[in-house]
């Protein structure tokens, strides 16, 4: 999901360190089952992506291993007036290519990163201003107070604006361009690693940077990415000792990884809620065998399917345990009040009935959209939720594709065109009001409101709520306020929550790597002994 | 991959079913175990597909009968097993045994339904292209040169791609059965056409046929009645080797992701998923579909094989 | 013989127009191109901007031939996913895929020959009957799970091979190669059995036939009468004119092998084009599957016309055969 990255502030960055020789020395193999397609920043927003480039390019802001926001190309920023944010920028920071970083690169990435081929304008409000004051202090000024302007900054990498320029890579590559796009190709970033090499599909090379301005707490010479799509060819490539770090580690391989003797696996809670959507917004549902009427409408029809759901056999057969059943759209580690909900039993008998009571006694038909290789275990989860479904009399029809298929139907861009689908979410900027917003939100057929909210779920109270939520600056009686708001969103059974998975890497023995919640990888903390 | 690869057919003169009734073939087949028990492989096998909801123990579609808790359980011998499922249960709960006669329905169903469409499709233009020649045979014989260069998993990924971009996103059921018999059926009808091609442009000129044109018969007729029962015997060679070749190709395309619904798996979709599995102790998820796989195409293959060999009275 | 040359290349022009005509119509109507390329938030102007930039707009006969010069001059636009040229990124992967389908197919020769010589000359012997009988197993057993068992047994069991990829490659400039290095040969060996089990199970079965289809003939029986060894007939002429037919069909097969090489090089993640051609269907990025397609005809139409004139060359009366459908 276009979610991006996540805040935790518990699960701690794991960190593994086990004793072997090696005479592979400083080289790191890492694959992951996506490829890395554009070395462009600002081409995709995907969480792999966005990680892997941040060894490359830096935000003005890091999070660390903990997710907590730490300064990185900005040293420390301060509110001058309520609308406007000023930035003091790192000196002495080089680009790859010996230019100088500048509060100009700040302002021609704030501009590029706002352009029409750009895929994370999310990062800064649309009219926003970005005003250069000095070599290293920027502006940013807002229409409204912003108490939460930078919380996705440290995905906002910072480009050179004259490599840009002089490379013709000025505005994002976009799929539109009619020639090669250089900066999906190149990469000019002021991180910790270089890009020796570059093929998409196939390997990318990275080596140190020497002219890094931070510390380096790893001491690896070379990195070799490698994607390999296939489970049991990523799983087998690391039991035979071909990689030393992969991820993710299918579920069930993982008691494999561990019992092997040279490889550990580590797992560790993910921010990530899986759950279910349905179509609220339309007057007949698609894909069903009701007609001129929607059932999930019908907020009983929507409790009966949550009451349907068994999480519990989810979480010991499909997840194997690895994963924490939820309540709440958001992960309980980003949101204080969340051991106040509970989630609803369940309870088949309770569900036919309210079924019944809705007038679908004799249970409906539905067709049901699911990615097959973006969550853990998508497809598996999907399946079980259509036999559970089938328990009330539901029919489910299931239609599970690879992610690029079904983002392209369930999205905006595809007209939402779905009744009931399985989705995942992360808030970019670790905080509810993202939830609260982009899956929410009221939203016109057009997607503007809530642009996530692919259900069209709409009560005008949550979007109040939410924009006072935006503005208030006082931590207590924001949560307060966010606590009211999922109050009413679960009151309406606005989604069924399942759970937040787990992260499951798998790494060589020897290999000490710094897990992050937010399924990241940070090279820069990576040794091999 | 044969679909380039003229199988070693005879061209023989008389009829298949007339050399059957010399009892040749039926000679041969008392004479060969290799062909009697792929036959009796073979027979099981269908009679499994064909009778499936009845003397399967779970009906696998049925998913209010399906329970995740009884998921992942072993086989009834291995330790942890459950007496009601004999050979074990899938990630979601099914009954292996249940899945594999349900599945073994669908491959064998998509297997003949593709030979069916190859061997129609094939023989037809065959047979006009024999026995019309001139341009028709041209454009026919381009047409299958042209067919040659896409190979069957290729076709199947475009016809597939293709339905996917039009329908915006995978069909139903129907949709991938018609998907699959389209592009794997495509993919053998050249092999039916050289070879009743061939033999027409034999047959055409034989005295009878010659005799039927001059008492004024309808071209079409003639075809159908003296040229057709003798080009029968090969063509039936092709499409007993093709079933099997169809039956593998189904369970590579659902690799691919082209295929039938999860919900319904076929024999080649119930190894995908047990592929997912290969690491983790749950052999019997792959193992058990797999092997009935190789057991049925081995056995359709030998049935092949010794058919050929039964038909082509100059191997013996 | 020029009439004949030049009649096959107009045939292999034709079929290429063909091939040209689908592609050009998959890659122009499946799915609009425009909705293909923009976000959601481009307006219709901007989008009927784009479609003129494009020469959407343009009749078809126009596009189309201005599709057929694009190709000619290998450009067939830009990839969807990876913003690149899809000539650069074919040809990036064209050497992975080359090396795994023309070794894999030598492979299943020098074994499969050599088998079905045994089984042609010696039918019922037992070696003869397991040959054939095992040779099965080739093609009862879906491709994918063959690779995999290789894995499992041979990297992760025993771990002699690597599991994935071309291990190191020497770039040579226009092509990269895994043949100059110890790595890329261990590399090679797991990819390029599982490939060529299919082949091998062929070869040896159309060489088994042809053998026995060849001993029956009138000149081994003079051979035979003239007294000649019983090896000299064998090797010397039977297999001599066995193997002609089992050549040309392997060289012919060598698109079909490329094609299935899609399958070996997901198992594997063996970098080739198979695998840019998988992800490009799984992402529909039209680019890549049309030029794949075109691609993949390009080399059988020039293998089958090398091998027709080939066949020219070395016997003129074969035209004749071959005019007629093999």
Redesign the interface.
Known sequence: MKSGIAVALAAAGLSVTLGATDMRAETLRFAFQGSLNSLDPYTLNETFTLGMLGNVYEGLTRRGANLEIMPALATKWEVVEPTRWRFHLRQGVKFANGNDFTAEDVAFSAQRVLDEGSDLKTRLPADVKVEVVDDHTVDFITSSPNPILYYEWDTWYIMDKEWAEANDAVAPTTAADLTKGYAAFNANGTGAFVVESHEPGVKTVLKPNPTWWDTRNSNLTEVIFTPIASNATRVAALLSGDIDFMYPVPTQDLKRVEDNAETEALVGPELRTIFLGMDQMRDELLYSDVKGKNPFKDKRVREAFYHAIDIEAIKQKVMRGLSTPSALMISPFLFTYSDDFKRLDYNPEGAKKLLEEAGYGDGFEVGMDCPNDRYVNDEAICQAVTAMLAKIGVKVNLNAQPKALYFAKVLAPGGYDTSFYLLGWTPGSFDSWNVLHNLHGCRNEAGDGGPFNLGGYCNPKVDDLANQILVETDADKRNQLIKQAYELTTGDVAYVPLHQQSLAWGVRKGVSVVQRADNQVMLYHINIE | ??????P?VPTGTKSWWQRAAESDVLYSFRRSW?AQVSAVVTFVFVFMAVFAPWIAPFDPY???Q????D??LPPVWAEGGDPRFLLGTD???RDILSTIMYGARISIFVGLASVLFAGILGVSLGLLSGYLGGAVDAVI??LA??Q????A??IA??I???A???I???G?AFTAYAVLTLSIGLSFWVQYA?TV??ST?VEKNKEYVQAARIIGRHPLSIMIRHVLPNVMGPVLVIATINL??AI?LE??LS???VGV???EPSL?TL?RIG????????WWI?FFP?LA???L??AV??LG?WLRDALNP??R | MLAFILRRLGQAAIVMMAVALLAFVMFRFVGDPVNQMVGIETSLEEREALRERLGLNDPPVEQFLRFVWNAANFNFGISYQFKAPVSELLASRLPATLELSIISALLALVVGVPMGVYAGLRRDAWLSRIFLTVSLMGVALPTFLIGILLIYVFSVLLGWLPSFGRGQTVDLGFWTTGLLTISGWKSLILPVTTLALFQLTLIMRLVRAEMMEVLRTDFIKFARARGLQTRAINFGHALKNALVPVITITGLQLGSVIAFAIITETVFQWPGMGLLFLQAVQNVDIPIMSAYLLLIAFLFVAINLAVDLLYFAVDPRLRITRAAGH
């Open positions: 991959m044969t679909d380039t690869v003229p070693n290799l049925d998913l209010s399906v329970s995740l808790l998921s992942l990630d979601q709960g014989m381009r040169d042209i040659l260069t896409f190979p998993i290729l990924l475009l597939d791609g293709i996917t971009a039009v915006g996103g995978k139903d050289r091609r061939g442009l099997a070749l593998i369970a590579t690799f691919l992701g619904p999860v919900t080649g190894i592929y997912d599995f290969l690491f983790s102790g749950e792959t797999g796989l190789a057991i195409a081995l293959n030998l094989d100059k191997l």
